[in-house]
C-alpha cells in the first residue's frame, strides 16, 4: 500500500501559496480547484495547476489535483489541462456512485495515452462526503485499480444530510467511522477530513489521534503549520516500535520453546498481536523509521 500519511491542500488560484508549497513536508500536495476556489478563478486555477504540477513536481513532491465533481461540468476540461506526466493523480470532489468513477476512468485513459502515461497509472482518491457514497464506500474503494485511498469529507457530507457541523463532532460519528472500515475491506488507505480550527494544534493532535485509532491511515491539512502533527501521528512513535520489537523478540523465543502464547508487561500475546506487531514493523521500515 502507498504511504500517504499527510495530504494538504494548496487553493490552485493562489500563486504565493503554490510557492510555499516547494517546501511543505507533506507526503502529497494537493492543488485543489474545488471549493476552495470561487466559481469565477476556475479557470484561473486550472491554468496554475498546469503550470505547478510539474514545478512541485521537480521539487521531489507527489503531486494530485483536486477537479470539481462530474454534475459541475468543469470535469473534463479540467482534467484535460492538468494530466501530464508530473502529475500523481486526481481526487474528485462529491463521488456519488461507482459509476462516477468509471467515468472519470474513461475521462483518463485517453489523457494518459496523449501524455504517453501508462494507461490506469495515474492513482484516484475519491471524497466519500455524501450519504449515497458513504452508503456505497467500498464499491467505490473497489471500483477501479486507480484508487489508493478513500477520504472523507466532513463539510460537504453535513451539508448532503442537511444537519449542522459542530466542534464534537458526533453528527458524523457514524460515518466517519465507517469509512476506514470500508477502505480496509476494499484494500485501500482512509484519509481522514481537514481539522478546520487550524490555529488549534492541541486540539488538532486529539482529533488526528483519534482517526488513527479507527483506522484512518492519513489526514488532510489546510494549512502548512498541521502537517507535522499529522505527520507525527500517522507513524508509529519510537515507544511503539520499541514495544512492538519486544513483541516480536518475546513471540520467537516462546515459539522455539513450544509455547503459542505468552504474558508481555502483565499482557496476553498471542498470534494477532505478534501480527500487528510486526504490520507496525513493516511500516516502521517503509517510511525510513525502523533502524
Ligand atoms: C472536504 O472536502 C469536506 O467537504 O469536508
Ligand atoms: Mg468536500
Known amino acids: ?11 490552485g488560484n493562489r500563486a504565493n501559496m503554490l510557492e510555499r508549497a516547494r517546501s511543505f513536508d507533506a507526503d502529497i500536495i494537493m492543488v485543489d480547484l474545488e471549493d476552495s476556489v470561487p466559481p469565477g478563478e476556475k479557470v484561473t486555477a486550472r491554468d496554475m ?8 513536481h521537480a521539487e521531489g513532491k507527489r503531486v494530485m489535483v483536486r477537479v470539481n465533481s ?26 456519488e456512485s461507482v459509476r462516477d468513477i468509471r467515468t ?32 456505497d464506500a467500498r464499491a467505490i474503494a473497489e471500483s477501479s485499480q486507480r484508487v489508493v485511498a478513500i477520504a472523507f469529507g466532513a463539510e460537504d457530507f453535513t451539508n448532503d444530510m442537511g444537519i449542522e457541523r459542530t466542534d464534537a463532532g458526533e453528527e458524523v460519528a457514524v460515518p466517519r467511522a465507517w469509512v476506514p472500515v470500508a477502505a480496509r475491506a476494499g484494500d485501500v488507505g482512509a484519509l481522514d477530513s481537514p481539522f478546520v480550527r487550524f490555529q488549534d494544534p492541541e486540539a488538532l493532535r486529539e482529533d488526528a489521534g483519534r482517526a488513527r485509532r479507527m483506522g484512518y491511515t492519513g489526514k488532510f491539512a489546510i494549512h502548512p503549520a498541521q502537517l507535522e502533527i499529522i505527520n507525527e501521528t500517522f507513524s508509529p512513535s519510537d515507544e ?46 517503509a517510511i525510513g523509521k525502523a533502524s
Request: glycine share 6%; no cysteine.
Open 1 to 11: 500500500m502507498e504511504v500517504i500519511r499527510s495530504v494538504i491542500f494548496v487553493p
Open 49 to 56: 495547476a498546469r503550470e505547478w504540477v510539474p514545478t512541485l
Open 70 to 95: 462530474l454534475d459541475t461540468g468543469l470535469t473534463r476540461a479540467e482534467l484535460e489541462t492538468v494530466v501530464s506526466p508530473d502529475l500523481y493523480g486526481i481526487s474528485l470532489g462529491k463521488v
Open 104 to 135: 472519470l476512468d474513461s475521462l483518463l485513459n485517453p489523457l494518459e495515452a496523449a501524455s504517453e502515461l501508462e494507461i490506469g497509472s495515474l492513482r484516484v482518491i475519491p471524497w466519500i462526503e455524501t450519504a449515497k457514497a458513504a452508503w
Open 240 to 285: 511503539e516500535i520499541e514495544y512492538a520489537r519486544r513483541v516480536v523478540d518475546a513471540w520467537d523465543a516462546a515459539e522455539a520453546g513450544g509455547r503459542g502464547s505468552l504474558a508481555l508487561d502483565g499482557r496476553m500475546v498471542d498470534v494477532p498481536v505478534v501480527k500487528r506487531a510486526q504490520n507496525l514493523l513493516a511500516f516502521a521500515e
